[in-house]
């Protein structure tokens, strides 16, 4: 896939500040991505992760800073400007469309060529080891298969940098491990850079090139999952991970 050859776009947060009215919601972070990294940024709920996360895809305006993507500055920039793709816990698909249709249906939008598009579907189905069910629609699909498919109208983008806001929130227990599997093989497989948020420690520090840990707009500290674990900075970054103390 393209995507390969685009692997590597790095992110740069610079000064990134938050309010809504008078909530101050991000405090000033800064954060360099290296490209092909997966970083997964986890906090307690309403800590910001979300909104993080929604700045770096341009679906929330940031109040203060600059955020660039490879060499470029997309601060300013629409959402389908930045070469990222946005995977959400509520993966609304067409559920009159199959799943082909689905995968499709983005680029048909942006005016992709038929064929283009056929190969890129293809091309996500059979990363994603979906093809198989490509005559189906929605109704007809387990939870875990629908959010393939969610995840496969990223892959169809050829994003470079991936943004996944708890993709697995809604699954059961099992099904998340599972998907969990999934996901970090779709790293392997693409070499992305990845940008994952999630409130669940487990998650984060199996997935985790390394975690960003938030509390309160403020990055507790980043590093390693084992660096977090084996050697946290303060006493809520012990508490969250579960270090031994
Ligand atoms: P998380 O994803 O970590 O749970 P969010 O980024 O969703 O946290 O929210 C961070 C804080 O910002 C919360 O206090 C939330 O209520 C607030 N917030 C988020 N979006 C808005 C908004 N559009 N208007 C006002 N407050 C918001
Ligand atoms: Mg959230």
Redesign the pocket.
């Known amino acids: 896939m393209k995507a390969m050859d685009r692997a590597g776009a790095g992110v740069r947060l610079e000064n990134i500040r938050k309010t809504f009215g008078a909530l101050d919601v991000i405090h000033c972070i800064d954060l360099e991505i290296k490209g092909g990294e997966f970083v997964v940024f986890v906090g307690p709920?309403?800590c910001g992760?979300?909104?993080l996360?929604r700045m770096i895809a341009g679906l929330e305006d940031v109040s203060d800073g600059e955020i660039s993507i490879g060499d470029r500055d997309v601060t300013y920039l629409d959402p389908s400007e930045r070469g990222i793709a946005m995977v959400f816990?509520s993966y609304a698909l067409y559920p009159h469309m199959t799943v082909r249709e689905n995968l499709g249906f983005g680029l048909k939008m942006a005016g992709t060529p038929a064929d283009e598009i056929a190969r890129r579907v293809d091309a996500a189905a059979e990363i994603l080891k979906i093809t198989h069910l490509q005559e189906r629609r929605p109704g007809q699909l387990s939870g875990g298969q629908r959010q393939r498919v969610a995840i496969g109208r990223a892959i169809v983008r050829e994003p470079d940098v991936f943004l996944f806001?708890?993709p697995l929130s809604n699954l059961d227990a099992e099904l998340r491990v599972s998907m969990r599997v999934e996901i970090a093989r779709l790293h392997r497989t693409l070499g992305n850079t990845m940008i994952y948020?999630t409130?669940d420690q487990t998650e984060a520090m199996t997935l985790a090139s390394r975690i960003v840990i938030l509390r309160d707009g403020r990055i507790e500290q980043v590093g390693t999952p084992r660096e977090v674990y084996e050697d946290p900075d303060n006493i809520f970054v012990a508490g969250f991970i579960g270090s031994p103390r």
């Open positions: 709920s309403g992760k979300s909104t996360l816990q806001d708890e948020v409130h």
